[in-house]
Structures are given as C-alpha cells and as structure tokens.
C-alpha cells in the first residue's frame, strides 16, 4: 500500500479553530511532523501517532526544507499516514508545494486539507472589513521580504493601491515598510501591528505611518505578528469605538 501524506493547516493558534476533517486526519494519523507554530493541544488528537517537530523559527534553531522533505520519505517507508501539520493555512506562506512535489515525485498519495489563514482570522476578531465597498475593493496578502531576506518589490505595489494590504512576517522590517508607504501614503494612512492573532496572548498595536514605530514599541509588539494596512481599520468598531456612533 502506498503512504499517504496529509498536509493540514492548523489555524491562527487557537485549537478550536481547525476543522472537522484535520481532525479526523489527526485521529488516523500513525505520525505527524509539527511546525512551530502549531498549537501543542492539537497534539494531543493524534493519539496513535509519532510525534516530530519540524520547526523553523527566524534566529532560533531550525529543520532546513530538505531535510524535512528527506523525513517524509523516509518515514513514508515504514508509516502509511504521514500527516504534515503546519500553523494558518498550509498553502498560504507554508511551503506546501516543495512537500508536495518531494511527495508526488517519489509515489505518495496527497491531500491536502486547508486551514483558516491568519489575515482571515485577524478579520474576525477584530471585525475588521477587509473589503467593503467604496473603502476597500480587494486585499493584498503579502509576504514582506523573498528568500534572501530583501524586502519584496511588489510593497511598493501594495501601497500604491487602495485596497487593504495585510503583510505577514514584517515586523523586523517595520522601518523599511514605514518608509516606503510614506512615499505614496499621507502620514495619518491608517496602519496596524498585530500579534498572536486568535489567541489569549493577542496584543497589537494600532496608529498611522506618522506614529505605528513608536506605538509598537510602547505595546512590546514581537513575533510573530501581521501588519494590517487601509483605510478599513477605522470601520473595525473594536479598533475604532467611535465608528459606530458614524452611522447614527
């Protein structure tokens, strides 16, 4: 029988956000390689299954790509339900598709069972629109920097637009960012840091270009954390109290 690999996206943090068939995937796993990210009480619904982590964290010790993608073809030798568990949705930033070919390439089944994405949650905590008509028409999601640790070109895009623009794995280049909007964007253009989306630990900070440094500091912003981006943070009744009293 051929080995199976079920690539899961674990949700924003909170375990209860995760859907029913990761769940029954987790249950008939026999192992499952776990990224950092991954909320440790989803562990515990892969009863029958060998755990291993497969961590990477930025300045911390990490599992290079290869090695984890030379991990499932060894385990696929001796286990028929690899499950692959990675933190928001696995096709969104996750690397999914390099697990993927290394699987479909040496013979595996693959499945890949998606997962609620950051921004997505980041949305419904803060009931923040994302998109609404005549604010935002669409949303940009966007990694800041490439493999090289250079910022992206397309920021430069994003800004020019005015849609809502939500930028995963910033933080540390907040300054950079910062000043590229700058060139296009007034000084009170609305931005937002925030960290821990879904989970008790959330914190974030909110301001304009002019003051979002500054505000960061004073909240002890860290990673990993989402910068949010667009005029739809002031129509968010959690960030902005006073946009209800607008309708009245």
């Not at 790509?65 to 930033?93: A, P, W, Y």
């Not at 949650?121 to 005549?134: G, N, V």
């Not at 920097?145 to 910022?151: A, C, D, F, P, S």
Request: charged content about 20%.
């Amino acid at each position: 029988m051929k080995a199976k690999l079920t690539l899961i996206g674990a949700g924003p943090g909170d375990p209860e956000l995760i859907t029913l068939k990761a769940v029954k995937a987790l249950e008939k796993a026999d192992v499952v390689l776990y990224d950092s990210l991954v909320n440790p009480e989803l562990l515990s619904l892969a009863k029958k299954a060998e755990l291993i982590w497969v961590g990477k964290r930025k300045d911390r010790h990490s599992i290079g790509q290869d090695v984890i993608n030379g991990k499932i073809l060894e385990l696929s030798k001796t286990h028929t339900n690899l499950v692959r568990l990675k933190g928001g949705d696995c096709m969104v930033f996750g690397r999914a598709y390099q697990e993927i070919e290394t699987a479909l390439l040496n013979g595996l089944h693959v499945e890949v069972i998606p997962g609620i994405s950051t921004y997505s949650a980041f949305a419904a905590q803060s009931l923040t629109p994302i998109t609404k008509r005549e604010i935002s028409s669409g949303f940009w999601v966007i990694s800041a920097t490439n493999l090289r640790e250079e910022l992206m070109a397309d920021l430069r895009f994003t800004a020019e637009s005015t849609s809502t623009i939500l930028i995963y794995m910033g933080f540390e280049k907040l300054s950079e960012i910062v000043s590229i909007f700058k060139e296009i964007k007034p000084d009170h253009f609305p931005i937002g840091i925030f960290q821990n989306i879904s989970l008790e630990s959330y914190n974030y900070a909110l301001g304009t270009l002019g003051d979002i440094q500054e505000k960061a500091l004073a909240k002890n912003i860290s990673t990993p954390a989402m910068i949010v981006a667009g005029y739809s943070l002031e129509h968010s009744p959690i960030l902005n109290p006073s946009y209800l009293s607008t309708l009245l």
